[in-house]
């Protein structure tokens, strides 16, 4: 079962890089859903290991169904959500394409941890009640499991996940 973690793991990794690279500039209309600072793309929150979590960088896409949520504190802790969709909806971890991935960028190796259908102890929601080809907002959970070469140990805990973007 090792190969398909990886090329699970792999699909994250792409998905994260095509995420970073774009982004929009245009402001959200504020909702009132409590999801923390507003970016130029929107805002996205999270209580990770009972540590709550507000992002200071989002990037965001829709492309054919596929939608990539990343964002960055400013500590460096990155949320990165990866889910094929087909509307508003709840969906969970179970497909390749799927994932949640947490990683904390530091001096020496990076931390990073994951969730992807097939990982033991790994597990992931996300609730789209708004998804527009401009526009998505919901809430997220999960729990993610260290990823073996990096320097994480463990899982960490997602709760109280919020977001509110635009692409």
Same mark, same amino acid.
């Given at each position: 079962?090792?190969?398909?973690?990886?090329?699970?793991?792999?699909?994250?990794?792409?998905? @994260?890089?095509?995420?970073? +690279?774009? /982004?929009? %500039?245009?402001?959200?209309?504020?909702?009132? !859903?409590?999801? +923390?600072? %507003?970016?130029?793309?929107? /805002?996205?929150?999270?209580?990770?290991?009972?540590? $709550?979590?507000? $992002?200071?960088?989002?990037? @965001?896409?829709?492309?054919?169904?596929?939608? $990539? *949520?990343?964002?960055? !504190? /400013? !500590?460096? &802790?990155? *949320?990165? &959500?990866?889910?094929?969709?087909?509307?508003?909806?709840?969906?969970?971890?179970?497909?390749?394409?799927?994932?949640?991935?947490? =990683?904390?960028?530091?001096?020496?190796?990076?931390?990073?941890?994951?969730?992807?259908?097939? &990982?033991?102890? =790994?597990?992931?929601?996300?609730?789209?009640? %708004? &998804?527009? %080809?401009?526009? @998505?907002?919901?809430?997220? !959970?999960?729990?993610?499991? @260290?990823?073996? +070469?990096?320097?994480?140990?463990?899982?960490?805990?997602?709760?109280?996940?919020?977001?509110?973007?635009?692409?």
């Amino acid at each position: 079962m090792m190969p398909p973690m990886i090329n699970r793991f792999a699909i994250s990794v792409l998905l @994260a890089l095509i995420c970073v +690279g774009c /982004s929009s %500039t245009t402001e959200p209309t504020d909702t009132g !859903s409590g999801t +923390g600072t %507003t970016l130029a793309n929107g /805002s996205m929150s999270a209580t990770i290991d009972g540590v $709550a979590w507000t $992002a200071a960088a989002i990037t @965001a896409t829709n492309s054919g169904g596929q939608v $990539a *949520i990343g964002a960055t !504190s /400013s !500590s460096l &802790l990155s *949320i990165n &959500l990866f889910f094929v969709v087909n509307g508003p909806g709840t969906y969970t971890v179970n497909s390749a394409i799927s994932s949640f991935l947490v =990683s904390q960028a530091s001096t020496g190796a990076a931390s990073t941890w994951t969730a992807v259908s097939g &990982l033991a102890g =790994s597990s992931g929601t996300v609730t789209f009640t %708004t &998804l527009t %080809t401009t526009r @998505a907002v919901g809430t997220f !959970s999960g729990v993610v499991v @260290a990823n073996a +070469g990096t320097a994480a140990v463990g899982t960490r805990t997602i709760t109280n996940g919020r977001f509110d973007v635009r692409f």
